[in-house]
């Protein structure tokens, strides 16, 4: 199996270096589909969205049919594979507990392009980002919820996909030791399996509980990168709820703990609020080492008045702070909150049930937030592109210096689609912009998607989630969209204000030409994998040829920074 190995190439002046959030585009991607509430229940959309900044081509592996697609894809404009003209299957999705199923869909590109996943099923539905294998970590702690035994079993879990031999080990943690998996296990239990390529192992409880075994916490390592996904069949959030109108299907790929925050900023999902009553969103915190502190302060997103204060103590590594189960409609954390945590830390962010608050219009869905040292500069917001959901919501922040002397110039260089966008600060250099889209829409000439970028002074992230009647889904936008280059026969040559910049055409040395007042006296290049070169330029020197030994395919994506003035750009080496 040939893995296409993507380089991030930072240039950097002597006493600065500018940091690279990770980026959700890539050039190879393994999916799987969750269990959604049950094999019988009418099904509606099974979607996987991609889109690119480049117009390039996409092959699509399904290994349970052994099928394989070719797609063209435009640049900025989706291409959505479909369960009803073949593009997708409903054999994909996932129903047998803790046997390695070969059920994993396989997108390589041949530029990088982002992922998304849908799974709809009559008024059970949710979504995810898909993370690209550069993303891909060793090490994961699993989020989930409750099981939730009511109409039918409904249970949560988690599945790991592997795209090479991989040998895993599972330590089961969580709550309720006296209940076992639906395939026997309990917590406490460790579960040692060898996982080939493009084979899910997906362990669930039994749902004969409700709202007290749980599998969040859970312990996964591997001898090579894998992805987990966390989900939940069916639910009510909190699922305790007496009342418990609006019950979804839960989704998210997860972060490897590489990736865990410290700092967290989050905002409430709209809701109509009208029963008075409910306030607020569901949060749940995964810790990744002992001892973890974590504190909360949430305010109103009009007033800015502080709302509230939480916070408590993990004693132990994948302990979760549940925040909060409860049985009856309450004022949960709302508004805007900053989150901290003194130990490396997951973030889950869940929207309630109908009931909880008296809104028709908004179901449970369960989205990983972003830490917010891993804000980009740009992202794509994608919207789900199936019938059913008749209103869509984008909501966006934004962080930057409000005592910077260019605070009204980085303002003005907020653009969603190349329109300038409105954004209301909120407090402590974070600002908001929602965009709600109603039914009739997308239009045709984006076709679902915003592509929102800024200048370097500027840090973004943001969710898109949409609704129709008791149904609903959510996922992360995809941030750090890498920038258009030039791409020609032999060489591939991109030139802008600082420097020169491309790859020869045997692959193994690339070559930066400064421009002749530029002056940059240290390169560093970092590959996703971890491996890093670092260069020096003699004071002076105008050019530099780097060794970088490229595989068969290279995305390089390049910074190079000279005080306020930045260029960035994609060398693709093509095949």
């Not at 997108?107 to 898909?130: F, H, M, Q, R």
């Not at 502080?306 to 994948?318: F, T």
């Not at 008296?358 to 919207?383: K, T, Y």
Request: glycine share 8%.
């Amino acid at each position: 199996m040939i893995v296409a190995l993507c380089a991030l190439l930072a240039v950097v002046t002597a006493t600065a270096m500018h940091a690279q959030a990770p980026s959700s585009y890539g050039t190879e991607f393994l999916v799987a589909i969750a269990p959604n509430d049950n094999q019988s229940a009418p099904t509606q959309a099974l979607h996987i969205l991609i889109a690119s900044p480049f117009d390039t081509e996409v092959t699509v592996y399904d290994y349970d049919r052994a099928a394989i697609k070719k797609r063209s894809v435009k640049a900025n404009v989706p291409v959505v594979l479909r369960d009803d003209n073949g593009g997708t299957s409903w054999g994909s999705e996932v129903w047998e507990p803790e046997f390695g199923m070969p059920k994993a869909i396989r997108i390589t590109s041949e530029k990088p392009v982002a992922v998304w996943v849908l799974n709809s099923k009559v008024v059970s539905s949710d979504g995810y980002l898909a993370r690209p294998l550069s993303a891909w970590g060793r090490e994961y702690r699993v989020m989930s919820y409750y099981d939730f035994n009511e109409a039918r079993p409904w249970a949560g879990g988690f599945f790991i996909v592997a795209h090479e031999q991989t040998s895993v080990q599972i330590k089961l943690q969580g709550s309720d030791a006296g209940v076992r998996t639906s395939g026997g296990k309990k917590i406490g239990d460790v579960i040692n399996v060898l996982l080939q390529e493009g084979e899910v192992y997906m362990v669930v409880g039994d749902g004969t509980t409700r709202g007290s075994f749980d599998l969040s916490g859970t312990h996964i390592t591997a001898d090579r990168p894998i992805g987990v996904i966390g989900f939940h069949q069916r639910t009510t959030v909190p699922n305790l709820l007496l009342d418990g109108n609006g019950r979804n299907h839960l989704v998210e790929m997860l972060p490897p703990v590489s990736e865990y925050g410290t700092s967290f900023t989050t905002v409430e999902f709209a809701r109509t609020r009208s029963n008075g009553i409910g306030r607020g969103d569901v949060f749940r915190i995964v810790s990744s080492e002992d001892a973890t502190r974590w504190s909360c302060s949430f305010y109103d997103k009009t007033t800015g008045n502080l709302l509230g204060k939480q916070g408590g103590i993990l004693p132990r590594a994948g302990d979760v702070a549940d925040i909060s189960q409860t049985q009856l409609p309450t004022a949960l954390v709302q508004g805007m909150a900053f989150w901290e945590m003194d130990k490396p830390s997951m973030l889950m962010q869940y929207s309630c049930s109908s009931s909880f608050d008296g809104d028709i219009n908004l179901d449970p869905m369960m989205i990983a937030i972003e830490p917010d040292d891993s804000w980009s500069n740009s992202a794509v917001a994608m919207v789900a592109r199936a019938e059913q959901f008749t209103n869509h919501r984008v909501s966006m922040m934004f962080r930057t210096n409000v005592n910077d002397s260019r605070y009204a110039e980085n303002l003005a260089s907020i653009r969603s689609n190349g329109a300038g966008l409105f954004v209301k600060h909120l407090r402590d250099n974070v600002h908001l912009a929602e965009i709600t889209i109603a039914a009739g829409q997308p239009a045709p000439e984006w076709q679902g998607q915003f592509t929102v970028t800024a200048n370097d002074n500027v840090t973004m992230s943001g969710a898109v989630y949409g609704n129709s009647f008791v149904d609903a889904y959510g996922w992360s936008m995809a941030g750090g969209i890498p920038a258009p280059s030039t791409n020609v026969g032999g060489d591939a040559v991109a030139h802008a204000d600082l420097a020169n910049v491309w790859l020869r055409a045997d692959k193994s040395i690339l070559c930066i030409e400064l421009q002749e007042s530029i002056t940059i006296t240290n390169i560093r290049i970092c590959t996703l994998l971890g491996k890093t070169i670092c260069y020096s330029l003699a004071p002076g020197t105008q050019r530099a040829e780097i060794p970088v030994d490229c595989p068969t395919v290279v995305p390089l994506f390049v910074a190079i920074e000279q005080g306020s003035r930045s260029q960035h750009q994609t060398i693709l080496s093509g095949y």
